[in-house]
């Protein structure tokens, strides 16, 4: 007998929902599909999308790309981690953040298009927004250099400018070329250890499957966390055990997390803790696996080989 309840609830849900999103009348949205294409998303969801003039873009990366591309006019709305560029915060309404999305919020602001990365949430609000009569398309998340270049010409595709897309991949490709070059000529592959935050006085450090596990060998460095997989709280003889030779944390923490890293007895003893090596980049930039990848990489291999001993 349960079960008729709930379906009625979902009903009621998605019916509240439609009615925040339902401003476009079913007319205008009846001519929009006649100019529509269909896109294929990473989920293997067929959407069918129109022009896209109003964009909510939920995912950093996507902003960063989307403005390269030279579509910036037709987002309406981005969420917190669209730090670059800078005044995406400033120009554009904010979704809040990616992981903690509100559908009524989003639909509030009339997007005719929702364009999440894969791994934006929370999953309900992420359901409830593919419940509304808005298309939504999720982008792929990997943290790869192939994935670099596939999300680039796919969201060309989904914003009709394909040749924009085909000149930011090759301007994408040399830079990496730029990379592959300056690492050869720089073989050394230190342990790093990426640091997200400090829990109850201990490092959340960076295993494999993760960006910062992708970022840090893609520098041409070695993940000194890669034997854990996913994030993981390091305590202080499992530290010892990793053996960084350099700590990398995020810029927007650096200066809370180096004091507390080095009053950390079990840090002090590490050989990063022994230097004070302690690097930082901005987050986005760092993890964001977006058009910027190539530089930031570049940069942080830089940065890693400055903090080694000659």
């Known amino acids: 007998m349960r079960q008729p309840r709930l379906l009625d609830r ?5 019916a509240a929902i439609m009615a925040i999103a339902g401003t476009c009348p079913l007319s205008a949205m009846a001519a929009g599909i006649g100019d529509a294409g269909r896109i294929t998303d990473c989920r293997g969801r067929s959407v069918t999308i129109g022009p896209a003039r109003r964009i909510a873009s939920i995912g950093g990366t996507i902003t960063e790309t989307l403005y390269a591309l030279g579509a910036a006019d037709r ?12 005044q995406a915060l400033r ?9 903690a999305i509100s559908a009524e919020g989003v639909l509030s602001l009339r997007p005719d298009l929702i364009l999440a990365m894969n791994d934006a949430g929370p999953p309900t609000a992420m359901d409830q927004l593919v419940a509304s009569p808005v298309p939504v398309v999720f982008v792929e998340s990997t943290p790869s250099t192939d994935a670099i270049r596939d999300r680039t010409r796919f969201l060309a595709r989904v914003v009709g400018a394909q040749a924009a897309g085909e000149a930011l991949s090759a301007a994408i490709d040399a830079r990496f070329s730029a990379l592959a070059t300056w690492r050869a000529a720089h ?16 490092p959340l450090a960076a295993g494999s499957g993760t960006a910062a596990d992708a970022v840090i060998r893609l520098a041409g460095a070695t993940n000194a966390g890669a034997g854990m ?11 010892l055990t990793l053996r960084p030779d350099i700590v990398l944390t995020m810029a927007q923490d650096a200066a809370s997390l180096r004091a507390a890293l080095l009053a950390d007895p079990g840090f002090r003893l590490t050989p990063a803790g022994q230097k004070g090596a302690i690097i930082a980049m901005e987050g986005e930039r ?25």
């Open 10 to 14: 979902r009903q009621f849900h998605r």
């Open 75 to 86: 987002i309406v709305a981005v969420d917190i981690t669209s730090t670059w560029p800078a």
């Open 91 to 99: 120009e554009k309404k904010s979704l809040g953040y990616m992981r």
């Open 187 to 202: 073989p050394r592959t230190p342990r790093i250890l990426f640091v997200m935050r400090m829990t109850n006085g201990h």
């Open 229 to 239: 997989q996913g994030y993981k709280i390091v305590e202080d003889e499992a530290l």
């Open 286 to 310: 760092l993890l964001g696996f977006g058009p910027r990848t190539p530089d930031a990489a570049l940069d942080l291999a830089r940065m890693i080989d400055a903090a080694m001993p000659a």
